[in-house]
């Protein structure tokens, strides 16, 4: 935990490869398993709110062309990588690239990061009316050039998953494999069940009606701690899809930081091989 703070980082707690591919054998036939032996330990790394500055260094320093999230998130993972021991038999993986394609979603439940939720699990006929409201409300607004025309895509109701501090307000970036090691011992925790279901019905459809204005990210309808949040850079940078607004928006602020470090000399490399 304490490697990871510079980069605004977080990691999970130990799990295990069994865990994570007996839930992908249970709710998807199997897909995007972890071919490592059930017992090796693994680690979830994400990304928490001030990321961006770690990006805006890593941009400024090596100044990459384009996938301008995923080039910070790979030095950080090699420079960890570096940082193994060999027996340890480590694979350090980006899970926003691939081959192979991991379920972020999968390994934040059974690695007990963040709840996940589903229409499907509130019961009721108030809950059966709630979900075919927002199906409804879904199927007339969603883009049938992006979802097609069938009418279950245009209805379907996606699961999210929720941080109990960081709310939506976190990213998944890497998995961290140890195949060298075996920890047959360890006992998986429960999941995490932390919203009141009022909240939960209020993220899960603030997630698939409005996504990009972020309202799903925040715990409660009154909000969301500031601290624990993405302020209003962050906000714009990663909801922006335009890979040149993205850059352009790293130049003007890398020149901006060089011109506040040149007069004062109190902007540093955050990023760089340690």
Same mark, same amino acid.
């Given at each position: ?9 977080e990691c999970s707690k130990p ?68 940082? *193994? ?10 899970? $926003? ?52 025309? &069938?009418?279950?895509? *245009? ?21 961290l494999i140890l195949r060298g090691?075996?920890? &047959?011992?360890? #006992?998986?925790? /429960? ?7 009022? &909240? ?9 009606? %409005?996504? /990009? ?15 624990? %949040?993405?302020?209003? $850079? ?17 130049? *003007?602020?890398?020149? #901006?930081? &060089? ?16």
């Amino acid at each position: 935990a304490a490697w990871c703070e510079p980069y605004r980082f977080e990691c999970s707690k130990p799990f295990l490869v069994k865990w994570y591919n007996d839930k992908r054998s249970d709710i998807a036939g199997g897909t995007q398993r972890i071919e490592a032996p059930d017992t090796a330990v693994c680690f979830a790394l994400y990304s928490i709110p001030g990321y961006l500055d770690v990006i805006v260094d890593h941009f400024r320093r090596v100044r990459p062309k384009d996938g301008f999230v995923d080039s910070a998130t790979n030095e950080i993972l090699g420079n960890l990588r570096s940082s *193994l021991a060999p027996e340890l038999d480590a694979r350090v993986i980006n899970t $926003d690239m691939g081959p192979p394609y991991f379920h972020v979603q999968t390994v934040g439940c059974v690695a007990a990061i963040d709840q996940h939720v589903e229409a499907e699990e509130f019961k009721g006929d108030d809950a059966a009316h709630w979900r075919e409201e927002l199906s409804d409300a879904l199927e007339e607004t969603r883009d049938t050039k992006m979802w097609g025309t &069938e009418p279950a895509q *245009l209805r379907k109701i996606f699961a999210v998953n929720v941080h109990p501090k960081w709310g939506g307000w976190y990213a998944y970036r890497g998995l961290l494999i140890l195949r060298g090691t075996s920890a &047959e011992h360890l #006992q998986p925790p /429960q999941p995490l069940q932390f919203l009141p279901p009022t &909240e939960a019905k209020r993220i899960i459809s603030e997630y698939n009606r %409005r996504h /990009q204005e972020c309202l799903w990210r925040d715990l409660t309808a009154d909000g969301h701690p500031p601290d624990c %949040r993405y302020n209003t $850079d962050e906000y714009f940078f990663f909801t922006e899809t335009s890979p040149a607004k993205r850059k352009r928006w790293l130049e *003007l602020k890398a020149d #901006q930081l &060089e011109k506040e470090g040149a007069e004062g000399g109190r902007w540093g490399p955050c990023c760089g091989k340690r």
